[in-house]
């Protein structure tokens, strides 16, 4: 049972968490405007006021932002993010410092030419935008590579990251039930064998021989099945301690539980693809609207009139609204990514998790199955030892007085005849 | 094969051998009597003119002996011994002794009145006589004890005790026959398992597991064919070093020589059945002749004659002869029963060496038996250290990386939309 933990991390704030550095342009930053550094060593600019935030130097001439033009930044101070932390390899100060890298890389803005939309989600094009570190450097961490949807290995049909990370746990599931039907068919071999050697322990074979020979020789049979016993044992023990466990770990819920991650980010990725299709019915009503205006105000150009400028305010209204509309798509938009982004981010570490246990689950079970491999092959080796004691005990001399005394006819010798 | 040494023990000459010790009796000896003591410590009785050697102190009134009624002795010079040693346990001392013992007691009369014939062989009565020792004391030899015949154990037919030292040794080859069939049936079995093991260890049974799991798996997996070349290995050597030579070891000339011996050993007793018929006869016709001649001189008691008393020197004359065919035919039966003494004890004594070298030969084997099972056991254990080895490495860590850097799908994170 993987153990969740609730973590908020509240917006990042830049003026209690990073320290400015120097600056190696000299020109001053235009008003309201500071510059600080992230943990992982990043210059950022945050205007005070408004409260965006940008890897982009901003020029000292930069205008207040026009709203329907203007770069509009998610603000990292509205965002929460809740994380699905596991027990092991997250310190406190990492975990923050992985938030920090996500709410900045995630929510600073790119210059929209520097965008391209790949299945609905957008990311920077290559080479654009500020390089992006690992969330998790050096781990090969499931949320580092998983971001983009591909063909599948026939090239007809769509798979996306997740499903690949999902699969691969479903994978898993049935590669510890074959483990475990390979060990089913050792148990069985073993328990053949073990049979095999009980059925000749108990054969009449030589059992007339006697003395200490006839003992040696019956305790060699016995020998065979106590053998057969440490066989029986072993398979009994490969059963328990192995073949089973194999089978159960992670029972029917499991795929349940995968399943439910599926629909998650399945629902979310739908979503993310109609509001896609909402900004794109936006552009167009804007650009409607702006070629609407565009030829009003020529034709106030070529003949002044009231009811022109008048069409020309109507327009310009209009114009405003579809901008309003514009922005507040892309704003739900961009909500819905970074929903999907943290879902996945979270799920992704999860799956991770699972496969790290899974290893080394496996493994341990394993190593089991060697453990008991060896002690077999001990206690096998100690079957012979009384029959080695009792060959070393084998003595002609004491079975030939044992054999005499059972069976002589007679012990008085022969004298001559006499008369 | 065993090695012949032929020893010839001359005559034993009391003068030399032995030293006369304190009579407990202080009565003088007869004229021409000696007394002297074996090497055991009996005394007996040298008449040094007619050689006769006797355990009974000579009364000191005896006559010369009536040939006819004289008690006949063997004369222990006329015997000669051949001996079948074996290179084991004679030592040229004990055998003298030996040789010895057999002279003296074998050859020194007893009274006609405490003999006794079972089946034409003769023994002192129980409790007559000098006490017998054993030919080899402290050895439970055979030629110590198979010295009547028997009823076997139906009750039926008579055994000798040769015959019951003889059907051991057939015996014997039975029960080797039978223990090499019984490692044969050891070798099917390990030839079975090592079988199902190789066929098992080809399986494709979770052979999609990958990374550092997987090549410990495939290690496992293929751990199960070098435990099946282990246990091959083991049933190939048992059947050259054990079970091979159990069915070899004294082939079909053991058998025929084994019916030499009885056959030589049974005309023996045929040729003394027949001598002792002879002497039966001879003693009836003795008894005849002295009843003649009782009923002649008694003839002449109440009427003299001529003729009565040329009866009577006839009548004497046909008895004498007839007690000189009696001595003659109890001379040929006494040889005849030497010589079936002689072959007996040297027979007897090969049959116990070969029982001691089958005993041992089969010990040795055995014990070849259980160090090959120390062996296959030891090889067995190392055959899952390198398993062992490759589940110690086992690596989630590693095994993402290569898992990932294989399967990953895009590494570039989205970011927000921008207008």
């Keep these: 049972k993987v153990e969740r933990a609730f973590i908020i991390i509240y917006p990042f704030t830049p003026e209690s968490s990073a ?137 007809t049909t769509l798979v996306t990251g997740f499903e690949v990370l999902l699969q691969k746990q479903l994978k898993g599931k049935q590669l510890q039930k074959e483990m475990a039907e390979f060990i089913h068919e050792r148990i069985k071999i073993e328990e053949e064998y073990a049979k095999n050697l009980s059925k000749l322990s108990l054969s009449p074979l030589a059992a007339q021989e006697e003395g200490t020979l006839g003992e040696a020789w019956t305790q060699l049979k016995k020998s065979l099945h106590d053998e057969a016993e440490v066989h029986l044992k072993f398979s009994n023990k490969l059963h328990t301690e192995v073949e089973k466990p194999l089978l159960t770990f992670r029972g029917d819920n499991f795929k349940k539980d995968l399943k439910k991650y599926d629909h998650h980010i399945a629902d979310l990725r739908k979503q993310l693809a109609s509001r896609y299709a909402s900004v794109e019915k936006a552009r167009k009503a804007l650009a409607d609207r702006q070629k609407d205006l565009e030829v009003k105000t020529q034709q106030l150009e070529i003949k002044l009139s009231n009811k022109t400028e008048e069409d020309i305010k109507k327009a310009r209204r209009k114009s405003t609204q579809a901008g309003d509309d514009l922005m507040r798509c892309v704003d739900l938009y961009n909500q819905t990514q970074s929903k999907w982004f943290e879902e996945m981010v979270t799920t992704s570490m999860e799956l991770e998790k699972l496969e790290v246990e899974r290893i080394e689950w496996i493994q341990q079970h394993l190593r089991q199955y060697t453990t008991l491999r ?40 022969p004298v001559d005849m006499d008369i």
């Design 374 to 413: 060896h002690e077999t092959d001990m206690f096998n080796q100690s079957m012979v030892e009384p029959v080695d004691q009792l060959l070393q005990n084998v003595d002609p001399a004491k079975d030939r007085e044992l054999w005499v005394k059972e069976n002589k006819t007679g012990d008085v010798r």
């Design 19 to 155: 320290a400015p550095t120097e600056e190696t342009d000299s020109r001053p930053l235009p008003p309201g405007w500071s510059s600080y550094i992230t943990p992982e060593g990043l210059r950022y600019y945050v205007n005070s006021s408004s409260k965006e935030t940008t890897w982009r130097r901003p020029s000292s001439s930069a205008e207040a932002p026009q709203r329907p033009l203007a770069r509009q930044n998610s603000s990292p101070y509205d965002k929460t993010l809740t994380l699905l932390a596991s027990t092991f390899s997250f310190l406190p100060a990492a975990l923050q410092q992985l938030c920090f890298s996500w709410v900045i890389t995630r929510h600073l803005s790119v210059s929209s030419r520097f965008l391209l939309q790949i299945n609905c989600v957008t990311f920077p094009l290559p080479g654009e935008g500020p390089e992006q570190q690992l969330l998790k450097p050096d781990e090969w961490s499931y949320c580092d590579y998983f971001w983009t949807d591909r063909k599948d290995p026939q090239g």
